[in-house]
């Protein structure tokens, strides 16, 4: 009798210690739910977000999608005529030419940027790889007005290179679409060493030495084992140098400024400076909206490529 | 012997190039990065009319225009920074600690400036400015758009210099405040008597130094570089003033230039050292290379 009692007895002790912990989670369930209601602290940054961001957006949409009433001057109409405007003539040139420029830009870009970070990897330095990790995150940060002067100052048409070289006798310049490609790559193959290097430096010795032992040749290995695992993250980089050329503009506009080559960024500045027509400026409007829609594509395209670049590494 | 070769063209497997052919590659590469930065160097250190000279240098600090956009860009410099980490700190620390559930939303709101290029918020601004000034003089939109681009002191630059740099001081912050233990940390100096405003002073910061410093650099990179928003809505930084100066003395600001460049490329340096990796950089290149 007494081991029942005892078994009677003994989930009765932790049964009670089950029911307080159970208690203590549900207390701390419901604090967790109330703080977690509570959003207030988050009020000014929200605030901010919508002044200097949500504002912004709205007004280039709102903008995009109405034209002046030309029965009653000073008002507007919703309408759909700035984005047909958006996609002929002038504004269209321009758009087709970033969007050509872009991915011819990214392919140089990736196709170089790729064999780079293999070149390094190949060289099996340490120290080249730290330095190169550093350099990629610089340089794929790098850009902007002092970019363009430097290729200015060294493939311009007075450039220190143009003329050691007679590039123009080449029938070369740098204020055209190959120019801007050419500068482009400044950045564009360190974003794409740094998109791909971790994943080339990740494919493990191991599996290497695994695909030669049974036989496999440095062809197969890549086949079937490196390109499979690398694809995303290649992928992935392709995707993030388009989007990258796309959205350029300051560097652009240093270099070509008003005139020259078309392009979507520097076309939105001179709608937006011109005043010359009414209706260019809401023109510009609905080529900003193209420009957040692609980069908004890319974003997405990108986002689950990254992640699944990363599933063989964690 | 059989075994022999197989364990050799093992070990010549593993290799896809042969050495030569990779530090071929990187030379030439390394060529084409430094290449224009020492033809930009030679620009501004030597007229072929006067030899060796730093007068370019001289002849840009001497612009009239110098003294205006440098103290315009020092100025909207340091709002800036003070500006983000005085709302992104406290933001990160009370999402982390009072609001998890939040974190979702937030996340998405601080990503949402890579989707929007520069060229795109600035015409934005644009065009929510001119309309709220398009309310007539001395109405209430109209007045609010003149205090926000107050040219001594534009607080619409500020903003925005804030908005582009969110993305990557969110995951900075974010992952920062994610290594420590920051419920225990505060309960503890609370339970010592200590006031929020020093938890988050003598407590949190010490404990989130690197996200911080690295969140201050890339924004001061960032407000140094900047020119497509600032061009835009018609202020001279010094990367605007370097381009209204170019056509007349190109080798001035080319050496201004390369001075700016050298600081943020010191700055990128420092911060990518500092934070020891490169991840947040990378997602920056999906936002283009408008600063």
């Not at chain 1, 796309?246 to 001179?270: E, K, M, Q, W, Y």
């Not at chain 2, 009072?98 to 644009?126: D, N, Q």
Request: proline share 5%; aromatic share 8%; charged share 10%.
């Amino acid at each position: 009798m007494t081991p029942t009692v005892a078994t009677r007895n003994a989930p009765s002790a932790p049964g009670a210690i089950e029911r307080a912990i159970c208690r203590i989670d549900s207390l701390r369930a419901r604090a967790e739910r109330r703080t977690g209601a509570s959003f207030w602290g988050l009020i000014p940054f929200l605030i901010f977000i919508v002044l200097f961001l949500g504002i912004p957006v709205c007004g280039i949409v709102l903008s995009a999608f109405r034209v002046a009433d030309v029965n009653e001057p000073g008002s507007y109409v919703p309408s759909l005529v700035n984005f047909a405007a958006s996609f002929r003539g002038a504004s269209w040139d321009a758009m087709r030419n970033s969007l050509q420029i872009s991915v011819i830009a990214a392919l140089v870009g990736g196709v170089i940027g790729l064999a780079l970070a293999q070149a390094i990897l190949t060289t099996r330095s340490r120290k080249l790889t730290a330095v190169v990790t550093v350099l990629t995150s610089v340089l794929a940060n790098s850009g902007g007005v002092p970019l363009a002067f430097s290729f200015i100052a060294a493939v311009g048409n007075a450039g220190i290179i143009t003329g050691l070289l007679s590039l123009t006798d080449l029938g070369f310049t740098l204020y055209s679409s190959g120019g801007l490609i050419l500068m482009y790559q400044y950045f564009l193959i360190p974003t794409m060493v740094m998109v791909v290097l971790p994943t080339l430096a990740g494919l493990r010795v191991e599996w290497k030495e695994a695909a030669a032992s049974v036989g496999a040749t440095s062809w197969q290995f890549w086949k079937k084992i490196g390109l499979p695992i690398a694809t995303p993250a290649i992928l992935s980089g392709f995707v993030l140098l388009f989007g990258a050329s796309f959205a350029t503009h300051a560097s652009a506009a240093a270099l070509i400024g008003g005139g020259g080559v078309p392009l979507i960024s520097l076309r939105i500045d001179s709608g937006l400076a011109g005043g010359n027509l009414a209706g260019q400026e809401n023109v510009a409007m609905a080529l900003g909206v193209n420009m957040i829609v692609v980069a908004l594509i890319v974003l997405l395209i990108y986002m689950p490529l990254q992640k699944r670049s990363l599933k063989w590494f964690t | 012997m059989v075994h022999v070769s197989r364990k050799t063209r093992a070990a010549r497997d593993v290799r896809v190039v042969a050495p030569g052919l990779s530090w071929a590659l990187i030379i030439l590469v390394a060529l084409y990065i430094a290449v224009p930065m020492l033809c930009a160097f030679a620009f501004s250190i030597y007229v072929p009319t006067a030899g060796f000279t730093f007068e370019p240098y001289l002849e840009s600090v001497r612009d009239p225009g110098f003294p205006g956009a440098l103290s315009l860009t020092l100025l909207i410099t340091v709002l800036t920074v003070v500006g983000l980490l005085a709302l992104m700190v406290p933001t990160m620390v009370y999402l982390h600690l009072r609001a998890p559930r939040w974190r979702p939303i937030i996340e998405i709101v601080c990503t949402i400036p890579l989707v929007v290029p520069s060229i795109a918020l600035a015409a934005g601004l644009v065009t929510v400015l001119r309309s709220m000034a398009g309310f007539g003089r001395g109405s209430l939109p109209a007045q609010v758009s003149q205090l926000l681009q107050n040219p001594d002191l534009p607080v619409v630059l500020v903003g925005s210099y804030i908005v582009l740099t969110l993305p990557f001081v969110f995951r900075s912050l974010d992952a920062g405040l994610r290594t420590i233990d920051l419920r225990t940390l505060v309960e503890s100096a609370h339970s010592l008597g200590a006031s929020g405003a020093t938890v988050l002073r003598r407590v949190i910061l010490p404990n989130i130094k690197g996200p911080v410093i690295f969140s201050a650099f890339f924004c001061i990179a960032l407000c140094l570089g900047e020119f497509t928003v600032a061009v835009t809505l018609g202020y001279r930084t010094l990367p605007v003033w370097l381009t209204q100066i170019a056509g007349s003395n190109f080798r001035a600001s080319i050496s201004m230039s390369l001075l700016i460049n050298a600081l943020t490329w010191a700055l990128l340096i420092a911060m990518t050292v500092l934070a020891g990796r490169a991840a947040p950089a990378r997602a920056r290149a999906l936002k283009g290379h408008e600063s």
